[in-house]
Nanobody
Protein backbone atom coordinates (compact mmCIF):
# COMPACT_ATOMS: atom_id res chain seq x y z
CA UNK A 1 0.00 0.00 0.00
CA UNK A 2 1.40 3.36 -1.05
CA UNK A 3 1.25 5.77 1.84
CA UNK A 4 3.03 8.53 3.69
CA UNK A 5 2.94 8.80 7.47
CA UNK A 6 3.85 12.00 9.28
CA UNK A 7 5.09 12.08 12.86
CA UNK A 8 7.07 14.26 15.23
CA UNK A 9 4.58 16.98 16.00
CA UNK A 10 3.85 18.24 19.46
CA UNK A 11 3.57 21.22 21.77
CA UNK A 12 6.60 23.47 22.01
CA UNK A 13 7.29 26.96 23.32
CA UNK A 14 8.17 29.77 20.96
CA UNK A 15 11.82 29.58 20.03
CA UNK A 16 11.88 25.82 20.36
CA UNK A 17 12.49 23.10 17.78
CA UNK A 18 10.79 20.05 16.37
CA UNK A 19 11.72 17.56 13.68
CA UNK A 20 8.90 16.18 11.61
CA UNK A 21 9.23 12.89 9.77
CA UNK A 22 7.48 11.76 6.59
CA UNK A 23 7.93 8.02 6.24
CA UNK A 24 7.02 6.25 3.04
CA UNK A 25 5.80 2.72 2.52
CA UNK A 26 5.02 0.95 -0.70
CA UNK A 27 7.28 3.12 -2.82
CA UNK A 28 10.73 4.71 -2.87
CA UNK A 29 10.70 8.33 -1.77
CA UNK A 30 13.85 9.17 -3.70
CA UNK A 31 11.99 8.94 -7.02
CA UNK A 32 9.67 11.82 -6.11
CA UNK A 33 9.61 15.44 -5.12
CA UNK A 34 8.35 15.54 -1.56
CA UNK A 35 6.60 18.51 -0.09
CA UNK A 36 5.60 19.66 3.37
CA UNK A 37 2.36 21.58 3.78
CA UNK A 38 0.45 22.99 6.73
CA UNK A 39 -3.05 24.02 7.59
CA UNK A 40 -3.58 26.37 10.50
CA UNK A 41 -6.88 26.88 12.32
CA UNK A 42 -9.39 28.44 9.97
CA UNK A 43 -6.84 28.71 7.18
CA UNK A 44 -6.31 27.14 3.79
CA UNK A 45 -3.62 24.50 3.34
CA UNK A 46 -0.37 26.13 2.31
CA UNK A 47 2.94 24.93 1.00
CA UNK A 48 5.94 25.13 3.33
CA UNK A 49 8.93 23.43 1.68
CA UNK A 50 9.81 20.81 -0.87
CA UNK A 51 12.78 18.78 -2.03
CA UNK A 52 13.28 17.42 -5.52
CA UNK A 53 14.07 13.84 -6.39
CA UNK A 54 17.81 13.39 -6.12
CA UNK A 55 17.89 16.38 -3.76
CA UNK A 56 19.05 18.74 -6.49
CA UNK A 57 16.68 21.50 -5.45
CA UNK A 58 14.86 22.66 -2.38
CA UNK A 59 12.29 25.39 -1.90
CA UNK A 60 11.11 27.20 1.22
CA UNK A 61 8.42 29.78 1.62
CA UNK A 62 9.76 33.11 2.81
CA UNK A 63 8.34 32.86 6.31
CA UNK A 64 10.35 29.72 7.14
CA UNK A 65 13.61 30.43 5.30
CA UNK A 66 16.54 30.19 7.66
CA UNK A 67 14.44 28.40 10.28
CA UNK A 68 13.26 25.19 8.57
CA UNK A 69 15.36 22.60 6.74
CA UNK A 70 14.02 19.80 4.57
CA UNK A 71 16.17 16.71 4.06
CA UNK A 72 15.94 13.15 2.81
CA UNK A 73 17.16 9.95 4.46
CA UNK A 74 17.32 7.29 1.77
CA UNK A 75 18.25 4.48 4.12
CA UNK A 76 15.04 5.01 6.07
CA UNK A 77 12.91 6.11 3.10
CA UNK A 78 12.00 9.21 5.06
CA UNK A 79 11.95 12.97 4.52
CA UNK A 80 12.43 15.26 7.48
CA UNK A 81 11.47 18.83 8.24
CA UNK A 82 13.70 20.30 10.92
CA UNK A 83 11.94 23.31 12.41
CA UNK A 84 13.91 25.72 14.57
CA UNK A 85 13.05 29.07 16.14
CA UNK A 86 9.39 28.14 16.05
CA UNK A 87 6.80 30.89 16.25
CA UNK A 88 3.14 30.78 17.32
CA UNK A 89 2.16 31.42 13.70
CA UNK A 90 3.75 28.07 12.77
CA UNK A 91 0.95 26.34 14.66
CA UNK A 92 -0.82 24.02 12.21
CA UNK A 93 -1.37 20.46 11.14
CA UNK A 94 1.59 19.55 8.95
CA UNK A 95 1.21 17.18 6.01
CA UNK A 96 3.59 15.66 3.49
CA UNK A 97 2.81 14.59 -0.05
CA UNK A 98 4.61 13.44 -3.19
CA UNK A 99 4.63 14.52 -6.79
CA UNK A 100 6.29 13.40 -10.01
CA UNK A 101 5.49 16.53 -12.00
CA UNK A 102 4.70 19.33 -9.58
CA UNK A 103 6.68 21.90 -7.64
CA UNK A 104 6.08 24.58 -5.06
CA UNK A 105 6.39 28.25 -6.01
CA UNK A 106 4.75 29.96 -3.05
CA UNK A 107 2.49 29.20 -0.10
CA UNK A 108 -0.51 29.07 -2.41
CA UNK A 109 1.03 28.27 -5.79
CA UNK A 110 1.82 24.57 -5.73
CA UNK A 111 -0.80 22.92 -7.87
CA UNK A 112 -2.73 20.88 -5.32
CA UNK A 113 -3.91 18.36 -7.91
CA UNK A 114 -0.34 17.37 -8.78
CA UNK A 115 0.39 16.17 -5.23
CA UNK A 116 -0.76 12.82 -3.89
CA UNK A 117 -0.47 10.18 -1.21
CA UNK A 118 -1.24 12.75 1.46
CA UNK A 119 -0.55 11.59 4.98
CA UNK A 120 -2.92 12.03 7.93
CA UNK A 121 -0.96 14.99 9.29
CA UNK A 122 0.80 15.75 12.55
CA UNK A 123 -0.18 18.61 14.86
CA UNK A 124 2.37 21.27 15.72
CA UNK A 125 1.40 23.75 18.42
CA UNK A 126 3.72 26.62 19.35
CA UNK A 127 2.86 28.48 22.53
CA UNK A 128 3.88 32.08 23.13
Amino acid sequence: QVQLVESGGGLVQAGGSLRLSCAASGFTLDFYTIGWFRQGPGKEREGVACISSGDRNTYYIDSVKGRFTISRDRANNTVYLQMNSLKPEDTAVYYCAKTSTGWMYSETNYGFASWGSWGQGTQVTVSS
